[in-house]
Antibody, heavy 117, light 107 residues
């Protein structure tokens, strides 16, 4: 059974850093495109970043230069390193697997990141 | 960047109604469009991918159509569990984008 479990969210001050983890089971992270998507409280979904199976990465303009997506192959885990956090980064962060059909077929339950002093 | 515009943003309907949600892309994305359903406090659920392919396990009352810049999601006969928020998404090119969402409420 495919499962994605995020962790690492919490309260952080503006300018601070946080690393989110997404532990996968039932499939191999490194063989798939893996994405992060976020949702600010009461708002819509925002695509954040993707890492290809080959290692290429892409970011939303709103996080480029501050966030880094990566993976640990032996741990079968996806990461999102978030630096220079701002209040507008406050959101539930979801990891998701991208299918060959250019869609996200499996999602984690989400982890809440709150940026506030 | 490709923008996706959904309409309407809010939709009030009754059980048994047929409803259609539209998603327009700012430039052509072939058939690389997906639809998701999200209920409060839950992760989104994939309904349709490649514009018209039903994800495994999704009821056949859901259908999608379109290509290029205009796409539709149709629910043929609303069921109580269908009242939720629906999003379109394109991953044809990065950055990926979502529509702003359509909240489907019970009339």
């Amino acid at each position: 059974e495919v499962q994605l479990v995020e962790s690492g969210g919490g309260l952080v001050q503006p300018g601070g850093s946080l690393r989110l983890s997404c532990a996968a089971s039932g499939f191999t992270v490194s063989s798939n495109y893996m994405s992060w998507v976020r949702q600010a409280p009461g708002k819509g979904l925002e695509w954040v970043s993707v890492i290809y199976s080959g290692g290429s990465t892409y970011y939303a303009d709103s996080v480029k230069g501050r966030f880094t997506i990566s993976r640990h192959n032996s741990k079968n885990t996806l990461y999102l390193q978030m630096n220079s956090l701002r209040a507008e980064d406050t959101a539930v962060y979801y990891c998701a697997r991208e299918t060959g059909g250019n869609s996200l077929d499996y999602w984690g339950q989400g982890t809440l990141v709150t940026v506030s002093s | 960047d490709i923008q996706l515009t959904q309409s309407p943003s809010f939709l009030s309907a009754s059980v048994g109604d047929r409803v259609t949600i539209t998603c327009r892309a700012s430039q052509g994305i072939s058939s690389y469009l997906a639809w998701y359903q999200q209920k409060p406090g839950k992760a989104p659920k994939l309904l349709i991918y490649a514009a018209s392919t039903l994800q495994s396990g999704v009821p056949s009352r859901f259908s999608g159509s379109g290509s290029g810049t205009e796409f539709t999601l149709t629910i043929s006969s609303l069921q109580p569990e269908d009242f939720a928020t629906y999003y379109c998404q394109q991953l044809n090119s990065y950055p990926g984008t979502f529509g702003q969402g359509t909240k489907l409420e019970i009339k």
